[in-house]
């Protein structure tokens, strides 16, 4: 069952204010909370990508909205290859290492809104892996970013739990 699948047609909404009806608003919240939760694997995976273009173009601005990994893959390409012939090779290698692990992001932003909650649980586990990088090296805003982004994953997978704990929707009422 995927998240969207949990949220009951548009035509079976309860038309009065019942019990029914705000147990069909109190879906639509959890829905909408587990939906931007689970999101949070794209925007990881987009940030990335980014940083994977600036580095790969050459420019030299780096930030920390990223994946801390990624940026050590550039960092010791930009080390190893530095003032060498195969440099710009190696950028090109970097980057397409890079786009690996956001892919790695999308993957599990695909499967998690798919309510595989082992693979939400999966990346939020390596996502946190990824923001020790940002702590060890003292980069505090990647850490702050990092903490922020795991917030939210984590309320969308409990919104995710809570939604799979109700009971599902009932077929649309007949008029009487």
Known sequence: M???DLAPPPDTAPAADTAEKQEFRRRMLLLKRAKDGINWFYWVAALSIINTIIFVTGSTPNFF????VTQLVNDYTVLVANGTQIAPLMRW?????DLLLAGIFIFFGYRGQRS???WIVAGIMLYTLDGLIFLAFSVWLGV???AF???????GLRAMDRLNQMRPPGPPRQPA
């Open 144 to 146: 702050i970013v990092h």
């Open 93 to 97: 290698v970097a980057g397409a290492i």
């Open 2 to 4: 995927s998240i969207p």
């Open 116 to 118: 595989y909650r082992n």
């Open 65 to 68: 909205l990223g994946l801390g």
């Open 149 to 155: 982004a795991i917030y939210n994953l984590v309320r």
